[in-house]
């Protein structure tokens, strides 16, 4: 009926079991902060691109059409894809990014000095 208090583990004991799982719970820190926390960082970027995109914004698709932002309904948005206006419709989650906007002025090239 009642419990010996030598049958209790000693202190060792527990340092033992404690080195057993302290290099699964080192392995596990190191894949959070190796994998896993630059992955959710990347895909909040993503997301954050992909919602602040507005009418008139040049983007490209994962599919590889660019095209100039004509209307954005909740989850899809329609693009013009070219000079004759093809308009194509497209899902949010389908956009690759923004594109650079077009830089209007030419540099002229710099002379050589003599």
């Not at 290099?23 to 992955?39: A, E, G, W």
């Not at 954050?48 to 009418?55: A, F, L, Q, T």
């Not at 008139?56 to 004759?84: A, H, M, N, Q």
Request: glycine content about 6%.
């Amino acid at each position: 009926m009642f419990m010996a208090l030598d049958k209790m583990p000693a202190a060792s004991d527990y340092g033992s079991l404690l080195a057993q799982f302290l290099p699964l719970v080192v392995l596990i820190v190191v894949f959070y902060f190796v994998l896993i926390r630059p992955q959710r960082k990347r895909d909040k970027q993503e997301r954050d691109m992909r919602n602040s995109i507005s009418v008139g914004d040049e983007i490209s698709t994962i599919g590889g059409f660019i095209g100039r932002v004509v209307s954005i309904k909740d989850d899809t948005l329609v693009i013009e894809s070219s000079s004759d206006r093809t308009k194509l419709k497209i899902y949010r989650w389908a956009i690759r990014g923004k594109e650079a906007p077009a830089t209007e002025v030419v540099e002229a090239p710099k002379e050589a000095k003599k």
